[in-house]
């Protein structure tokens, strides 16, 4: 039973264009979240996160948005960049317990 | 500013046989874990360690055994590998107060044949 869920394997997004990643948990309890990004042969670094205190956290160009009713979080990078082309990972956890919960990530292509 | 460094990248092993993956930070993390990731699937936790001296199970640790030799140090064994262990292991550390952040170390492609 995924806790964390990643629908989307891939995603492609043209160059200067809006990329929105999402995730969806089950978990009421969880009130901590991050994104991650990866790229091939490296490990995954840390990109922005979230507490459930808020809905929007905002960092450059990348802004995580939080919907606790809907149980669901988003990662929108604007605009979009060649760089930005890796493995977005999602992970939760209930306070400051070392156990994130992962999903299985978000393949980001960007067409120039 | 080498940060959390796995050996070996790469390893072939056959079934049966034993090897030990080793992981060391230098940024003076108290917490050290090791992940493994598998096609489709995210991270999952094998073992941590909240602190030198302490080690506990994490979601899949069957299989593995740890050793936290020291504050910089945090070992994975596999006693008899299976071909269910070809995976892709992350070592990861994280300092006291960082809240949920852990830093990875590059991986280590495993394949027991």
């Known amino acids: 039973d995924q806790q964390v869920k990643q629908n989307s394997p891939s995603l492609s997004v043209q160059e200067g264009r809006i990329s929105i990643l999402n995730c969806d948990y089950t978990n009421s309890m969880f009130d901590y979240f991050l994104w991650y990004k990866k790229y091939p042969a490296e490990g995954p670094t840390f990109l922005i996160s979230?507490?459930?205190i808020k809905d929007k956290n905002e960092d450059g160009r990348f802004t995580v948005f939080l919907n606790k009713s809907a149980k669901h979080l988003s990662l929108h990078i604007v605009p979009s960049q060649p760089g930005d082309s890796a493995v977005y990972f999602c992970a939760a956890s209930v306070g400051s317990n070392y156990q994130l919960i992962w999903g299985a990530g978000t393949k980001l292509i960007i067409k120039p | 500013n080498a940060g959390v460094t796995q050996t070996p990248k790469f390893q072939v092993l056959k079934t049966g046989q034993s090897m030990t993956l080793q992981c060391a930070q230098d940024?003076?993390?108290?917490?050290m874990y090791w992940y493994r990731q598998d096609p489709g699937m995210g991270l999952r936790l094998i073992y941590y360690?909240?602190?030198?001296?302490?080690?506990d199970k994490g979601e899949v640790p069957n299989g593995y055994n740890v050793s936290r030799l020291n504050k910089r140090e945090f070992s994975l064994r596999l006693e008899s590998a299976a071909p269910s262990q070809t995976s892709v292991y992350f070592c990861?550390?994280?300092?006291?107060?960082?809240?949920?952040?852990?830093?990875f170390g590059e991986g280590s492609w495993l394949t027991v044949v």
């Open positions: 940024m003076n993390h108290n917490s």
């Open positions: 990861a550390s994280r300092p006291r107060g960082s809240g949920n952040t852990i830093y």
């Open positions: 979230i507490s459930s």
């Open positions: 360690s909240a602190s030198e001296g302490t080690t």
